[in-house]
T-cell receptor, first 112, second 114 residues
């Protein structure tokens, strides 16, 4: 059974600080996606990474895919209250069906 | 119409009853997946349909079934509801099946079984 672990589970920081959240798997990904989910809403796709070592930037968010394609990180610079939400990573395995396996998420709260 | 629309948004059912949840996907999105998200958890894959045929299933019993229609809409049916079926049910759709394509999720249906 593949396991996708996210850390930390909860994170509460002041506005303007930087933070990094992590996603680790026991299996090799074919692709890794990051989503953000707000209360009462479905997850919204932030980025998809496919190539080992890949780095993608989305404004203040930097996503990194590990060289071995078993881990990923999301770094937020100068966090803002609008960044508050549940951050989920989701993997598709290198061999297997089309399902996405989600981590349990990191619940991020930015304090104004 | 853009986006993924789910209905109803909230639903309360009694244990043992049956429920049908509906999803309307974006035009051209021929792949649709359903997920169950319990409180405080990440979504869990139920099953996926591609061009109206099921092509992947998670660890859910047969009383969870689905349909996909040519007009990009789909249904999730759950029979013999149990208390543990209480969750947010999410529909996600995309075009194609190649790795790297992201899913567009609906806002979900919050099902409460009492």
């Amino acid at each position: 059974t593949q396991l996708l672990e996210q850390s930390p589970q909860f994170l509460s920081i002041q506005e303007g600080e930087n933070l990094t959240v992590y996603c680790n798997s026991s299996s090799v990904f074919s692709s890794l996606q990051w989503y953000r989910q707000e209360p009462g809403e479905g997850p919204v796709l932030l980025v998809t990474v496919v190539t080992g070592g890949e780095v993608k930037k989305l404004k203040r968010l930097t996503f990194q895919f590990g060289d071995a394609r078993k881990d990923s990180s999301l770094h937020i610079t100068a966090a803002q209250p609008g960044d508050t939400g549940l951050y989920l990573c989701a993997q598709k395995l290198l061999f297997g069906n089309e399902k996405l396996t989600f981590g349990t998420g990191t619940r991020l709260t930015i304090i104004p | 119409e853009t986006g993924v629309t789910q209905s109803p948004t909230h639903l309360i059912k009694t244990r043992g009853q049956q429920v049908t949840l509906r999803c309307s996907s974006q035009s051209g999105h021929n792949t649709v997946s359903w997920y169950q998200q319990a409180l405080g958890q990440g979504p869990q894959f139920i099953f996926q349909y591609y061009r109206e045929e099921e092509n992947g299933r998670g660890n859910f019993p047969p009383r969870f079934s689905g349909l996909q229609f040519p007009n990009y809409s789909s249904e999730l049916n759950v029979n013999a509801l149990e208390l543990d079926d209480s969750a947010l049910y999410l529909c996600a759709s995309r075009t194609g099946t190649r790795a790297g394509y992201g899913y567009t999720f609906g806002s979900g249906t919050r099902l409460t079984v009492v």
